[in-house]
């Protein structure tokens, strides 16, 4: 909890220390893997996320949404090729969460691969609700532009 009060605070670097130390004493504490990849997206730090969001997936195996985030970690710093994988599980894993069928929709378009980008945003559309209004029409707009 001090962790993240020093992270709202605007002090990164100590809740980093503070999220360490709790490791040091419960290395399965996925949640403070999750921060701090977080923090290390949030200053680019792209290595250092992708350790600590693969860490918490280790921690918590069974949570999907850990793996939607790694590879959205990987898409944020321009690692296509290596967020088509975990993005791909997350769709297998979680068949009712429109997520990760967009966000792979994306990877799939940036990878040049239509076929599979143009399944992506169609699954998407399929599940997405309404209030995912500006992913709906990003989605299509991006099905239109496909070859």
């Known amino acids: 909890m ?31 893997h999750v921060q701090m990849a977080n923090i290390y997206e949030g200053n680019q730090m792209w290595p250092q996320a992708v350790q600590a969001r693969n860490r918490a997936i280790n921690a918590n195996p069974d949570d999907v949404s850990l ?11 321009g690692q296509w090729a290596s967020a088509e994988e975990p993005l791909q599980r997350a769709v297998l894993s979680s068949p009712r969460d429109a997520r990760a069928p967009y966000y792979l929709g994306i990877v799939e378009q940036q990878l040049g691969k239509a076929a599979e980008a143009r399944t992506a945003f169609t699954r998407f559309l399929g599940l997405a609700p309404s209030r995912y209004e500006r ?4 989605a299509k707009q991006r099905l239109a532009a496909l070859p």
């Open 2 to 32: 001090l962790a993240v009060l020093h992270l709202r605070a605007g002090d990164p670097n100590e809740a980093i220390r503070l999220f360490q130390q709790t490791l040091e004493n419960d290395i399965g504490y996925y949640m403070a």
């Open 135 to 138: 992913q709906i029409a990003d």
């Open 67 to 77: 793996v939607l985030d790694l590879g959205l970690t990987f898409a944020k710093a």
